[in-house]
């Protein structure tokens, strides 16, 4: 749970509740040792009020109330208490032994910090520390009772301070976790808004070449009707400024893109584009899809529509099969056809518009699209969308793959902004220290003290102060001051009474709680067990049993002190875990945000491109007039070239779009196909394709795939049928030189293969492909 201002808030609360809990039951154990002599009923209206306090404050931890009333009413009580103690300068059995109203008062210093402000918190320790030293004045040493002072402002400063850079920690956690989710929202928008026009990419390829190609087929005036028809269908999806909003109106109104279910007539649809086509249609199953999101609904209609497209294309076929299934999980559309097919794995650049039209609506809604199909087998086109509602997030983006760095426990708290409070602790140490050799005839060695002294010191400069790579510094530390208690216990000429002579359990005090917040609990558990259970085993050495005056004096602090700091370093982690979490998330959404902008960017290229190649003749095929042969013709060879800017944009230059268009024209079948991407060494593929087209015959087939795979390899071109004329179909049957022309200077190993069928030119960066030949010759993966 990151550490949130609500977060902390609650747990500040319980703690306080768990300080007076923790000083009243010192207060009890106190006065029942060592009673201090208190007027009659005075105790058992401060019993009254307290316990009616402590329920207030149970209740306001419940409901985590933001304005900690109960709390700063409990400061008042407090502040009440430790000035009566001090007017009242009531004196117990033991008058080195902390009265019960001042132990009860100290509590106010403890919480005045979270109840009200760092100022306040530091103004109630201060205010404590008079009240007690006036309540202890020439009862005991003056010079030992402003030590003593100095112990309790520091431990009341050092509260106020803890708190205050709890605030802080908590205040950045919600800070970094807003911008993350600002940035996820962002990153959210764009990707919505790139998966639009990405559809609306899909959408125009289907209408444009669509409108084309029927328009360049059409013998009769039906098929003049509908491509007239689709060809206006395509002039307002490229006129359309806004994917979003020409989409508007194709799903059931007030459906949301991936918002409230609805059904699809998936057959009426069906029906119509095939009609359009010419095209019979033999339907089996439902004919809906039931309750759907309306995002799938939509995708599975149109990658239905557009797969009985390419059956009226490429197929060669008078009839499509649809059948539609469905259950409570998913619905499934599979358009069969016994057309010609093709090979899907060999033929990918020629039928590269299925990826885009079909199976890229299906993947971005969820579902996903398999197309089987073989040469003279036919062609099914199975289409899954699932009918949940989970529209997914972006962390399950990109296939569920991680897009950012994995979680660490990053550190975002650091020493400098905890120098204040080491500050206090340092201060309280020296008091302990004076005081410790104020009062030295109490103990029974003085050598004894001395190390006691300069052990407890040195731990506590190391443990607070060293670097946190030296650990061992630390652990070695911790082991050392671990003897203290036990030792300067034994060395108390009188273990039975307490006070000053217990010295080492507030300067353990601030050795246990730097350890908790510095390094951990592990060794601040020790150091606790140390003091808690070292001061009745010397008791027992030397008393026979156990004094419970100096241990109620001194244990509960201790263990108070403890159960803080480890609280507080808990608090700490947490809140930079939730801030590493958060820039994990930012970090996503910035991947995520760059990547949606990109594809953004690419669909309205694509479109761009194409309107300006074909929106002439589609105004002329959806004009009135009849087309001439040389229109459709036209209108065939714009299909051929707008899908070449559909899947092989970054190749087309102008020398290459006229040389295609003159090959065409002499009978050679040309297929390009390049993904977009790496384009640093395309110029010298354009230029052998250039090269190779120029020599190629009536008759031939050229493909030209460019797909960089991110291990050297670029690309390859063949030739199959009409061999290239001229240097190409002369010489040795194997080639290979090295051509210049990438961006970073590096060549590119240009080989080409011949027999007298074919011609195969392949691109492969140079220092890769000399690093594959390497691992060959070793008999090792290039990959």
């Not at 530390?477 to 108390?492: E, H, Q, R």
Request: with cysteine; charged share 20%; hydrophobic share 50%.
């Amino acid at each position: 749970m990151p550490l949130t201002t609500e977060v902390l808030y609650r747990a500040l609360h319980w703690g306080g509740v768990a300080i007076i809990v923790a000083v009243c039951g010192w207060a009890t154990w106190q006065q029942a040792v060592s009673p201090t002599d208190y007027p009659p009923g005075l105790l058992a209206w401060v019993a009254l009020v307290a316990v009616l306090g402590f329920a207030w404050c149970v209740v306001d931890a419940v409901r985590n109330n933001p304005r900690r009333t109960a709390l700063r009413m409990w400061v008042v009580f407090g502040l009440v208490l430790g000035l009566v103690q001090a007017i009242g300068r009531f004196r117990g059995v033991d008058h080195e032994l902390t009265a019960p109203l001042t132990i009860i008062g100290a509590s106010a210093y403890g919480v005045a910090g979270f109840a009200f402000t760092e100022r306040i918190g530091l103004s109630v320790a201060a205010f404590s520390t008079v009240t007690f030293i006036a309540a202890r004045w020439n009862y005991m040493d003056n010079v030992l009772a402003a030590l003593t002072a100095a112990t309790v402002f520091a431990g009341g400063a050092s509260a106020a301070l803890i708190v205050d850079r709890l605030r802080r920690s908590a205040s950045d956690v919600e800070t970094a976790v807003a911008r993350a989710w600002r940035e996820r929202e962002q990153a959210s928008r764009e990707q919505a808004a790139a998966e639009a026009q990405q559809g609306w990419d899909g959408l125009v390829h289907d209408k444009v070449l669509g409108a084309l190609l029927l328009a360049g087929r059409s013998k009769s005036a039906i098929e003049r009707d509908a491509a007239r028809e689709l060809a206006q269908d395509a002039i307002d999806a490229l006129d359309g400024d806004d994917p979003r909003r020409a989409q508007a109106g194709r799903v059931d109104p007030g459906a949301e893109a991936s918002g409230p279910a609805y059904e699809v007539d998936l057959r009426a649809h069906a029906t119509h584009t095939a009609a359009r086509w010419g095209l019979g249609l033999r339907w089996s199953g439902p004919s809906t899809t039931g309750q759907i999101r309306a995002d799938r609904g939509l995708a599975l209609r149109e990658a239905t529509e557009q797969a009985i497209t390419n059956v009226a294309q490429h197929a060669g076929v008078a009839h499509v099969a649809v059948e539609v299934r469905r259950d409570p999980h998913e619905v499934v559309a599979i358009v069969r056809d016994r057309g010609v097919g093709f090979d899907v794995g060999a033929d990918r650049g020629r039928h590269r518009g299925i990826a885009l039209a079909i199976e890229g609506r299906a993947s971005r809604v969820g579902g996903a699209a398999l197309v089987e199909s073989a040469p003279g087998a036919g062609t099914t086109v199975t289409i899954r969308m699932p009918v949940a509602q989970s529209p997914g997030d972006l962390s399950s983006g990109s296939g569920g793959r991680s897009l950012g760095p994995e979680a660490s426990p990053t550190v975002t708290w650091r020493d400098r902004s905890f120098l204040p409070v080491y500050r206090m602790a340092a201060l309280s140490l020296s008091a302990q220290t004076l005081s410790a050799l104020r009062i030295a005839d109490a103990f029974r060695s003085l050598a004894v003290l001395v190390g006691g002294l300069l052990v407890v010191i040195g731990a506590f400069l190391i443990i607070a102060f060293a670097p946190l790579r030296h650990r061992r510094w630390s652990v070695a530390a911790s082991l050392l001051a671990s003897t203290v208690a036990f030792v300067s216990t034994l060395n108390i000429v009188d273990p039975a009474r307490g006070g000053w002579s217990y010295w080492f359990v507030g300067a353990m005090t601030a050795v246990i709680a730097g350890s908790g917040l510095r390094w951990g609990p592990v060794w601040s558990t020790v150091l606790l067990l140390s003091v808690v259970g070292g001061i009745p085993a010397a008791h027992l050495v030397r008393l026979g049993t156990v004094a419970p005056g100096p241990l109620a004096d001194t244990v509960l602090q201790v263990v108070a002190f403890f159960v803080a700091a480890t609280a507080v370093r808990r608090s700490l982690d947490n809140a930079s875990a939730s801030i590493a979490a958060a820039g994990i998330d930012a970090g996503q959404a910035r991947v995520l945000l760059a990547t949606a902008e990109e594809t953004r960017r690419v669909a309205q290229s694509r479109i761009h491109e194409l309107g300006y190649a074909v929106k002439d003749q589609l105004r002329l095929v959806a004009g009135p007039s009849p087309l001439s042969a040389a229109d459709r013709r036209e209108c065939l060879a714009l299909e051929s070239c707008a899908r070449d800017v559909l899947v092989a944009g970054p190749m087309l230059t102008p020398e290459l779009v006229a040389a295609v268009a003159r090959c065409r024209a002499n009978g050679i079948r040309v297929v390009l196909s390049a993904d977009r991407g790496e384009t640093d060494w395309i110029a010298v593929f354009v230029a052998s394709l250039l090269d190779t087209l120029s020599g190629a015959a009536p008759g031939a087939v050229v493909r030209a795939l460019w797909r960089p795979d991110g291990r050297g390899r670029l690309g390859s071109i063949s030739v199959v049928g009409g061999m290239p004329s001229g240097d190409l179909q002369s010489g040795d049957q194997s080639l290979r030189e090295v051509r210049s022309g990438g961006a970073d200077g590096e060549g590119v190993i240009v080989e080409m293969t011949h027999d007298g069928e074919s011609v195969l030119i392949t691109f492969t960066r140079q220092g890769q492909a000399s690093r594959a030949d390497e691992s060959l010759e070793t008999g090792q993966s290039p990959g």
